[in-house]
């Protein structure tokens, strides 16, 4: 850290003293979050190795053109790939060295989220041996293809065709159509010489419907496209420009009949389909892939939050009476308002993420004795529950940014980047609004089950289960049986209601379709319900589990406390819809959760440390750990690109001639 | 528009089918919206004569480093400059023309939007006589440069100073401070050689705060920076990157007495200060100015609900049943939810406006009979509208997006660009939230005035006159007297709310700001209340009045409603804590609003082509108005800049010896 300078030393000053004002021990925080000392001290050695090397710098991002960036992508993942290889890193330590140096979204990133686990998790035991260490060891680098220019959501409806010639014992892969083309995949642009490709399977004449296949791109000698591929790079995007995301057309492209992934369905030499295997572990895939991505909501929600709220202790605004120091805006209750929630979010999220990986973890010793009970209420749930959590990073982090000001508007603070390379999570790995309706028709289910009197699984147990509310002083609004008898009543009765208004529209119209999509506003309102109602109770479980001191158990509670309260308030109108609390018993909860913010605010700044984002990672002037903002923010600006010329060619193309040009009097 | 091909044929026909359904006639609704018949005649040969330049094509857009868009957005402006000139455009004309053809923000923005209009505004007479024409003729190109890189809300805080030298009639520019850096002036980095400066006046050793000065700052002749001026851009934003944002530090910069702006206030040869005028003009021309913003904010929604509304009408996905074609996503009730109530408001925020621009146009007649009594309230009812209007305009546009899906996220759709730039609305002409609680502050004072008896001026007599409000069935909730009295109930019960609040805060911390502060969050809450009643009112007032035909005044009085009714499903909770509704009269406000959405789905195409804007003007390939999206999104990506080489320089760099390399066993 620089010696503050005679300008800048008010700033570092404030979160110093910010600092200070903490209640607990950051370190022991930090290791809750990290899962526990052990946990921490991994992480903590993936970002000591990183921090030697110079070349996981990120400082010039902001200044690069798309080739440029898309290439500092390649060479940070490439780098780390190999530090990685060589260090003998695991699979967490891997993952925490990844969150170390690559601060962007990169070329590489879906041959290590998609394309190696699809090999291992679809390929039959022969194929992983064969496939797996060339994708693991970087032989082949991979994308993942399903999406097709037409088709997105409905996996079912795309046109890309693999047939199967029994003459040759190949599988003909084709794009028939401009709406088969394939598009999306990251990575297949520019980088990868390997595909999984999502294709109709056609044997003996009949359509078996979407399987996967392998596929090879490009030539492993000179990286030039095979015959028969056309493939690029679809264009700039909102955000993740560092990877390119591709298109890909194939004209009637040959591959062995062993390039079909045969875990689950094979075909025969002689073109015979048969199923193998359960498909039901596919979904325990997509459950804890759905928890690490609601893990990862928060910890990217997180980053947004420490960027405000460090910048919220600098920065100062406004006098509040004559002569006095202008007020940190962590002061104002509008921006406490704003932005503690979203303190609150970001733990929530993480340690719901860690909550579901839990259930996953013993659903899956279940699974290993044929009992798969467990599981549709766990894929409903998780479905949900990306929805809700990336929702709420999503919108979380532009709050940040705007709670910035201006200076959130400017690369230079890191949010615009944050939010648009986190945007698309609401769009990928299944729309957010689809995974509602998903866990929608499971809480319908279970609706009818409960008109039935048929039995329920765990999770859902709240339906038959009404508590009594007891609320006479506000302060009964943060005792934790209090809020989530709340959260219970209240999805209860969205939940009854939709059921009935369900079956109000299907006699109606007397069709499912029609009858699903008239109810599916309501429905989307109950899945939403169910899952903060999941989330609130996860959290007031690690809050009443986690912390070895009093002051770490007493932050967690606040936490749990402030996030099941503001939720309360910010979706009143539900609340008071079902009649779980009354207007005036919602005026103390409004109040109650000022009192948090309160009791929240001198541990702001030690809570969002707690996260302990190197300033690499974080990639912002302004959440900067030294506060020592506006220094930097005047150096950065001072590297701008445009500024490179003192007079650019814009000035004598078109200003000059304007200002010159002679009147037309 | 090209024949449709095979493949492409369906979306054309759906966008053709959809134009059929619509039950009124588009060319009428475009001429409510561009004011009348005459107005709407003005934009239409504007935005002809522009068609007819090839200069102002914008395809390339997306592609382009900052440097090149920075110079294509001078070259557009400048050209689309001469050509005003050239035709002899008036006011609206020219407006029309730059919407026709600057398609993003440019660096000559601020001069016309900031500098010429404060010469206009804040210079003597003859000041103006000198400057204006300069400014005008762009003999001059000037910025506006107030805010500093400490100091943005707060303008009083600015550090900036302007010291008075009688000994050469001079006054002494300074920036004493790394903080009193001048920051974010648009169109100083790069572009302008003039600025209107915002510095605190300092003369006999008294500081008189901030004032407006005139500065040269770069050469008439080169464009090189003159002695003690350090300019340049600030760097790479989230949006708006042909804009030069700029920073400048004076080192004792000299400039003539007679450039002080002198029309509110002066300073004699001798150093003397005094005030000048009436500075209650000033607040109208901010009222001006919101009501102008207001008015964009609708037509930047209107924009992305343009590009949503028609793709979603071209893009299917999913069979509702086996074996039926796949649905179009205007048919899920889902997404008719989310984008019909933004069409609905993309109206709304347009006529709000021009209603408040009518109040404005009233006062001024007012004002010029010394009658300044109507002020206070527009101005302050017109800072919350600006906030309110802003912000849904972006959150709305963002939800444009995500409803578009993956392609959504592409720069193809239009939509991120539309947003990026957008999005500082939100913060500059006054931040939002420091907006909403300039509104408040007026609003407690009237709840004030009530208690003591006082009398209100007319926009606030709702707060003493209960209506009796009927609900008995659901129709009811679309009567607009209905709807009124239940936006008026809402907001007076919340404004006395807050009153009372204030006042227990007041008795308890026994300071004003304390008080002030406490309560804050409360006071955001109902001047947004207050806005939305005013929208509410102004858009019923619009829909009563407008429309030759049975159609049009059929579809406007359907938009009103939904826009009403859905505001009060979506802020269900100050509705039902308020008591303006009960339960069961809120799921009957649910249930209506679905029936208008159902009313309106046939009209939606219809209603976003009624707005008039050009292919070129909305630059996206999902919004265009043939509907041939696929061909057109493939034939985008295909011309990336990553396309441009087979195998980039990055394969070479980082993959192949990645792949390549020496196994360590
Ligand atoms: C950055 C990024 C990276 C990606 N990477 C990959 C990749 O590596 N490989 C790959 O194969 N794909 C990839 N994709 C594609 C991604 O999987 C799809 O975008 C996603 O599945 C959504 O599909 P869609 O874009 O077709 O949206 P659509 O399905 O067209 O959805 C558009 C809208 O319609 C609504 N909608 C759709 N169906 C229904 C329904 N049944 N009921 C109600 N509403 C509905 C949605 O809510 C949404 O608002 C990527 C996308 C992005 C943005
Ligand atoms: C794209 C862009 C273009 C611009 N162009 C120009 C230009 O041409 N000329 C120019 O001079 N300036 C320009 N600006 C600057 C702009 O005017 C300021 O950003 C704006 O005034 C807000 O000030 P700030 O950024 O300092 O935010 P801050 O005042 O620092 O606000 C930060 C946060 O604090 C909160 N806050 C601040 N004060 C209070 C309070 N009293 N009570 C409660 N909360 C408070 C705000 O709500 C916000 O969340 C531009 C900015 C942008 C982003
Ligand atoms: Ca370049």
Chains 1, 2 share one sequence.
Not at 132 to 144: C, F, H, K, M, T
């Amino acid at each position: 850290m620089d010696a503050p300078g005679p300008d800048r030393r008010r700033e570092v000053h404030d979160l110093y003293k910010e600092r200070k004002k903490a209640s607990f021990t950051v370190e022991e925080l930090t290791q809750v979050i990290y899962w526990n000392n052990e946990g921490n001290a991994q992480r903590k050695r993936a970002f000591e190795i990183a921090s030697k090397y110079p070349m996981f710098d990120a400082d010039d991002v902001h200044f690069l053109d798309r080739e440029d960036l898309y290439e500092k992508g390649l060479k940070s993942a490439t780098c780390a790939a190999e530090i990685a290889m060589d260090v003998g890193f695991d699979v967490r330590g891997r993952r925490s060295f990844a969150a170390a140096t690559e601060v962007f979204p990169n070329g590489l990133g879906v041959h290590k989220s998609m394309f190696t686990p699809t090999l291992r998790g679809q390929g039959s035991e022969e194929q992983q041996k064969y496939w797996v260490p060339l994708a693991e060891n970087y032989r082949i680098i991979g994308s993942y293809a399903q999406t097709e220019i037409g088709h997105g959501t409905y996996v079912r409806g795309i046109e890309t065709t693999a047939k199967y010639d029994p003459k040759t014992e190949q599988f003909v892969l084709h794009t028939p159509t401009l709406t088969a083309t394939k598009f999306w995949p990251g990575g297949m642009g520019k980088t990868a010489n390997y595909v999984v490709l999502i294709a109709r399977l056609i044997t003996q004449g009949k359509d078996y419907g979407p399987h996967t296949f392998i596929v090879q791109l490009r030539s492993l000698e000179d990286h030039t496209p095979l015959p028969g591929i056309t493939v690029g790079d679809i264009g700039p995007k909102m955000g993740g420009n560092a990877v390119d995301n591709g298109f890909l057309r194939l004209d009637h492209v040959r591959i062995p009949r062993m390039q079909m992934l045969m875990k689950n369905a094979q075909v025969s030499l002689d073109g015979q389909y048969s199923l193998r295997g359960s498909p039901k572990l596919v979904y325990g895939t997509m459950v804890y892939a759905r928890a690490t991505f609601c893990r990862l909501s928060g910890l990217s929600l997180a980053q947004g939050v420490t960027i405000a709220i460090r910048y919220s202790a600098v920065r100062r605004q406004t006098q509040p009476r004559p002569g006095a120091e202008e007020l940190q805006l962590l002061d104002y209750q509008t921006q406490q308002y704003k932005l503690l929630p979203l303190v609150a979010a970001a733990y929530a999220a993480t340690f719901a993420g860690d909550f579901m990986l839990d259930l996953y973890t013993k659903s899956m010793e279940e699974f290993g004795k044929q009992d798969f009970s467990a599981l549709p209420e766990l894929h409903a749930t998780s479905a949900g529950m990306k929805a809700l959590l990336s929702d709420l990073a999503a919108t979380g982090i532009e709050t940040c940014r705007r709670c910035c000001g201006g200076h959130g508007y400017l690369a230079a603070s890191g949010l615009p980047q944050l939010y648009s390379d986190f945007a698309p999570s609401t769009t990928y790995e299944g729309d957010n609004l689809v995974l509602y309706l998903q866990t929608a028709r499971y809480l319908l289910k279970c609706a009818q089950r409960v008109a039935t009197g048929q039995t329920l699984p765990k999770g859902l147990l709240y339906l038959i289960e009404e508590q009594d509310i007891q609320i006479s002083r506000s302060s009964d609004l943060t005792k934790f049986d209090v809020l989530v008898a709340l959260y219970e009543k209240r999805a209860r009765n969205l939940i009854k209601s939709v059921a009935l208004t369900y079956q109000l529209n299907r006699d109606k119209v007397n069709d499912d379709f029609d009858a699903w999509n008239a109810t599916s506003v309501e429905l989307v309102s109950c899945a939403k319900a169910h899952c903060q109602l999941f989330v609130v109770k996860a959290f007031i479980e690690v809050a009443q589990m986690k912390g070895e001191t009093f002051g770490v158990r007493r932050v967690l509670k606040l936490l749990a406390s402030l996030y099941a309260l503001h939720g309360i308030v910010e979706e009143a109108g539900t609340f008071l819809q079902t009649e779980a609390l009354t207007p005036h018993q919602m005026e103390m909860a409004h109040e109650q959760m000022l009192e948090l913010l309160k009791s929240i605010r001198p541990e702001a700044v030690a809570l969002v440390d707690a996260f302990a984002f190197s300033d690499r990672s974080l990639c912002s002037v302004l959440g900067r750990y030294d506060g020592d903002v506006y220094t930097h923010l005047f150096e950065w600006s001072k590297n701008s690109p445009l500024n490179k010329k003192e007079v650019l060619d814009g000035y004598y193309k078109y200003l000059r001639p304007l200002m010159k040009r002679k009147s037309k009097l």
